[in-house]
């Protein structure tokens, strides 16, 4: 059978080509390679379809046999189709995929296990997992692990306290604990985070020692994150260590008089409460400056240290500038939750505009157990500036976009269609199309997340959806804007 685009742009009207894929999936003959390409595209295909969302139990099944099949691709592909739910993680523990002996196999597995919903079970495997010796020598395994310990902070410090073992400081087990307790990234040379640090609400605190390269001008990029209009950096220039910090567009800098010293030195680079950014060299403090606050919403783009390599957004603010010459030891970025009367007074510093105009503050929550936001229509005036404030009480990962008017059922497609995306999970399912106006990030269940919007010139019906999987069609509403 030939699996095409047509077969998943039809999936609506055409439901007669699953018998054969699921055919295709349960034959298990394997190439002269040891591949079975027909399985894996099949299995794309009726994720695609929306065969996968829980009404077809026999294709279901077909996708939970896959997750035993001797070709490591088809094995990983099942685990990535299949839905993001409690069901999953269950399917997960009894299939052994978790212990795969294939590391990428193991890797999607692990991935999977953090885009699924926290709960105090999926909490508990990931602790039973941090114990497999594979991955504590694998240092893409163990990265994953952590971004999945982190989203089940709480559940997952519970189950390590109640397990009663006995864990070494030094074991992968003991890094996560404390490392998940206190949100702390070990960084080193050449490699990155597996998920970007969420940054929202959060002071950041940077430490190394930074040592200069022999015989070359003491230059270049140490770590940042984020982009040209929210972001952060710290880097040498001209013989000085700057931190900048980019926010709405704008830059925030704080910059050393001095030239940094050619011994081996101390470097502690931070971004507090109220938005005051601060370096310090060998204890001292050398340069200060203050940003709008700290940053509301997650950083674009992964965490970029020293030899990784920049995205085009990073150029446009350190202009191609490349990585650190010189060395760092010891390399560690904190972030620690910031108290909540320092997140109100910067909620409150946003609201009354620099030009003497004042934001309009839009409410909207999640309704915990019907898929529903509280609001399903609000007005606002044309070119009005608005502060929405979005709230998650639900057991689930819930996100909000504001698109173009006329244009759900499009978006709400392209939403759908990205279950056949890997990486859906790491875009936050928000498809990339010039019809999104504005979107957050998947909220876990009690975040709230703000975010400033100026409302379009043009009237109109302007509507507002989550895009998790099997969401928009339910958790939709309008912002009617109004002359």
């Known amino acids: 059978m030939a699996v095409n685009r047509s077969t998943v742009t039809g999936r609506e009207k055409d439901q007669s080509a699953i018998p054969a894929l699921l055919k295709l999936i349960s034959n298990q003959k394997v190439d002269e390679i040891g591949l079975n390409g027909s399985a894996v595209n099949a299995l794309w295909t009726l994720s695609g379809m929306g065969a ?11 996708v939970v046999q896959a997750l035993s099949s001797p070709v490591a691709a088809v094995r990983k592909a099942a685990i990535e189709v299949l839905p993001k739910n409690n069901h999953t993680a269950h399917l997960m523990q009894s299939s052994g995929i978790l212990n795969d002996p294939n590391l990428n196999t193991r890797m999607a597995a692990i991935l999977t296990l953090a885009a699924l919903p926290a709960s105090q079970g999926i909490a508990k495997t990931i602790y039973e997992t941090s114990f497999e010796a594979g991955n504590e020598k694998d240092h893409w395994l163990s990265q994953a692990l952590f971004a999945a310990a982190l989203k089940n902070r709480e559940d997952f410090l519970s189950a390590a306290k109640l397990s009663g073992k006995k864990i070494g400081d030094s074991s992968l087990t003991g890094r996560l604990i404390s490392a998940v307790s206190q949100e702390i990234y070990m960084l080193d040379r050449g490699s ?3 998920l970007s640090p969420d940054v929202a609400g959060k002071e950041i605190h940077f430490k190394a020692t930074v040592a200069k390269a022999r015989n070359s001008e003491f230059k270049g990029v140490i770590v940042a994150q984020g982009n040209k209009d929210n972001g952060y950096g710290l880097f040498v220039e001209s013989g000085n260590l700057n931190m900048v910090v980019n926010q709405n567009g704008k830059s925030y800098k704080a910059v050393t008089k001095d030239s940094v010293p050619n011994r081996p030195f101390d470097v502690l680079a931070s971004l507090e409460a109220g938005g005051i950014i601060t370096l310090k060299i060998n204890g001292r403090q050398v340069a200060t400056a203050k940003a709008l606050g700290l940053f509301k919403n997650a950083l674009k783009g992964s965490l970029r240290f020293m030899g990784d390599k920049e995205s085009e957004d990073q ?9 650190l010459k010189g060395d760092t030891k010891n390399a560690m970025l904190e972030l620690k939750k910031a108290d909540a009367s320092a997140s109100k007074k910067e909620l409150s510093s946003t609201t009354a505009k620099s030009d003497g105009s004042t934001a309009m503050l839009i409410k909207i929550k999640v309704v915990k157990d019907l898929m529903q936001f509280d609001k399903n229509l609000f007005t606002v005036k044309a070119g009005q500036k608005l502060i929405f404030e979005l709230e998650n009480p639900d057991g689930m990962q819930h996100n909000m976009l504001i698109i173009k008017p006329g244009t759900l059922q499009k978006v709400g497609k392209a939403a759908d269609d990205m279950l056949r995306d890997p990486q859906a999970a790491q875009k936050n399912y928000v498809p990339a199309m010039p019809e999104v106006l504005h979107a957050t990030k998947l909220l876990n269940t009690g975040d709230v997340v703000t975010f400033e919007f100026t409302v379009p010139g043009a009237t109109g019906d302007y509507p507002f959806l989550c895009t998790f999987p099997g969401h928009w069609r339910g958790m939709n509403g309008i912002m009617r804007v109004v002359k």
């Open 315 to 323: 150029k446009a603010i350190y202009n191609g500038m490349l990585p």
């Open 192 to 194: 990155n985070t597996q």
């Open 52 to 62: 996968l969302d829980g009404k077809n139990a026999v294709a279901t099944q077909a």
